[in-house]
């Protein structure tokens, strides 16, 4: 078992292994057959497993390596990558390699991304695909942030939207920018929007839309139906 704690005596991460290698200066260390916890003030943020990992400058970063995951049991959120890096003074987990994170209804993709334990919030970035089971929605952008507590899912960067009923598309929507209220199931879509509903059949062009998922309902300025 190694650990290391922070100046005031608080652990920053616990965590076993079944084989460990120090370099000659003990900065270095490689592991092997990596499970644990991660801390932030006293509390575990994060349980982590990963078929390898090394330690850096005295526990500063912790890099996990292969097969990894990383749920937060304060939120059930769980994250799998093939590498990510643990920074405790950030409260910060970078995922740099294929981040696939699912909480509840949602399940996402990403290139990388971020998850900052102290907000509980999840940046996507690159390629960025996230799916709603129920109502069926698939959204798909280059970066979006994730709200795990506060259940909404924001892009501030174009963004494609998909509604689907019985793996059929009944309704799809571009935008500059949205938010998804998850627990509502409501999404709010703003400038250069182009939205589209196969039944009823309607097309609208408009700078503000909000949508009820689970319906049709919109509240748009500058409307052109056809």
């Known amino acids: 078992t190694l650990e290391q704690s922070n100046a005031d005596g608080q652990l920053v991460w616990k965590i076993k292994v079944k084989k460990a290698n120090y370099s000659k200066d003990q900065r270095v260390g490689k592991l092997e057959d990596v499970k644990g916890n991660l801390y932030q003030n006293g509390k575990v943020v994060l349980y982590i497993s990963a078929d390898k990992g090394e330690v850096y400058k005295e526990g500063e970063s912790v890099f996990l390596r292969e097969n990894i995951t990383a749920t937060d049991p304060r939120n059930g959120t769980i994250i799998k990558s093939e590498e990510v890096e643990w920074k405790p003074k950030e409260g910060l987990l970078m995922v740099r390699k294929n981040l696939r994170g699912s909480q509840e209804n949602l399940s996402a993709t990403a290139l990388e991304g971020k998850y900052h334990t102290k907000k509980q919030e999840m940046e996507l970035i690159g390629k ?13 952008g280059e970066r979006f942030y994730w709200e795990v507590p506060g259940k909404k899912i924001k892009s501030d960067l174009p963004i494609n939207i998909v509604k689907f009923k019985n793996k059929i598309v009944t309704d799809q929507a571009q935008a500059n920018r949205a938010e998804v209220d998850l627990k509502l199931h409501q999404l709010t879509a703003k400038e250069n929007i182009e939205y589209r509903s196969l039944e009823p059949p309607i097309s609208i062009s408009t700078n503000h839309l909000v949508w009820d998922c689970l319906l049709y309902t919109s509240d748009a300025a500058d409307e052109e139906d056809s």
């Open 128 to 140: 960025v695909e996230a799916t709603m089971r129920e109502p069926s929605l698939q959204l798909k």
